[in-house]
């Protein structure tokens, strides 16, 4: 109302537009006097005046995917005093809002032909430790070039993605890129089991040696089952909404492959996980690390 009666008060007036309007003239006199001279502004809106652009900041730094809640977390991590109800009023007001995640298409293809592990997670994909538990899928980008696949291996301790891999073809051998990333990095000792759905490149011959020669244990689900493979199809569906359904259309593959390398560093390094106590992935294996030397100093 203020805007229509700035817009419209040289040639009509304020007073007989009020008139017409639920708003009293010293209302709108009042507004352009606290406009002119901020001083006159109530302590709220003091407040709102500072912390509107350090919302917007936070938004804006982490993909522009955060909503109320993990803006509200992030805020309160950099030590600011605000209430959740605060930050939801302000981010409506600024039309800042999160992302929401599509349903994700099938990409699982058996080959019953193959023999196939059991399934020693059983959908209990919270560990103890870090390398303890992998998961791994792939999905799908669509570009102007064609078909992109991404694969990810993920540490379920943490959720942080340990091996990638974006390549032009799903086959067996670029799946086995991420898990050979993911063993270099990691080094992983015994125990380690490893999780997939049963998608014929997780079953393949080079795939199974590759993990028997790492000592890592292999797990698969059941087919067509997202629940099986739960914390991967997690993870692959904030990669598609946080990523792939807000940025595109994409052009080529280097486009996907850079914005997923942005992505995982981000993810890794600074996105907030509510499963892990709202912090980020290496955050929280750090303070695994740091708990554990601890306690070897204090035996």
Not at 18 to 46: G, M, Q, V, W
Not at 58 to 64: L, R, T
Not at 193 to 207: A, E, N
Request: charged residues 25%; glycine residues 6%.
């Amino acid at each position: 109302m203020i805007a229509f009666i700035e817009e419209h008060r040289d040639a009509i007036g304020v007073e007989p537009i009020c008139r017409h309007l639920p708003i009293a003239p010293s209302t709108f006199y009042a507004h352009l006097a606290k406009r002119s001279n901020p001083e006159l502004l109530s302590d709220r809106a003091k407040r709102d005046k500072a912390l509107r652009p350090e919302i917007e900041r936070v938004w804006e730094q982490n993909y522009k995917v955060y909503g109320v809640r993990k803006v509200w977390h992030q805020m309160r991590r950099e030590g600011f005093d605000v209430a959740r109800c605060t930050v939801a009023r302000l981010m409506n007001d600024m039309g800042l809002e999160g992302v929401i995640r599509g349903k994700k298409a099938r990409t699982t293809i058996s080959d019953k032909s193959q023999p196939c592990p059991l399934d020693k997670v059983n959908r209990q994909f919270q560990v103890p430790a870090p390398d303890m538990l992998w998961v791994s899928d792939f999905t799908y980008v669509t570009t102007w070039q064609g078909f992109v696949y991404v694969a990810f291996v993920i540490d379920a301790f943490a959720r942080r993605i340990v091996g990638w891999r974006v390549s032009r073809t799903a086959n067996a051998g670029f799946v086995l890129d991420a898990l050979e990333q993911a063993v270099h990095q990691r080094q992983p000792g015994t125990g380690l089991v490893h999780h997939s759905d049963r998608g014929s490149q997780y079953l393949s011959i080079k795939y199974t040696e590759r993990l028997a020669d790492a000592g890592i244990e292999p797990s698969v689900g059941s087919v067509g089952d997202s629940y099986d493979n739960a914390l991967a199809e997690t993870i692959n569906g904030l990669f598609k909404a946080e990523v792939i359904h807000r940025l595109g259309p994409w052009r080529s593959f280097d486009a996907v492959e850079y914005a997923a390398l942005e992505w995982i560093d981000w993810f890794n390094n600074r996105r907030l996980l509510e499963p892990i106590g709202n912090i980020p992935p290496a955050e929280a294996e750090a303070n695994y690390h740091s708990a554990l030397e601890t306690q070897t100093m204090a035996a």
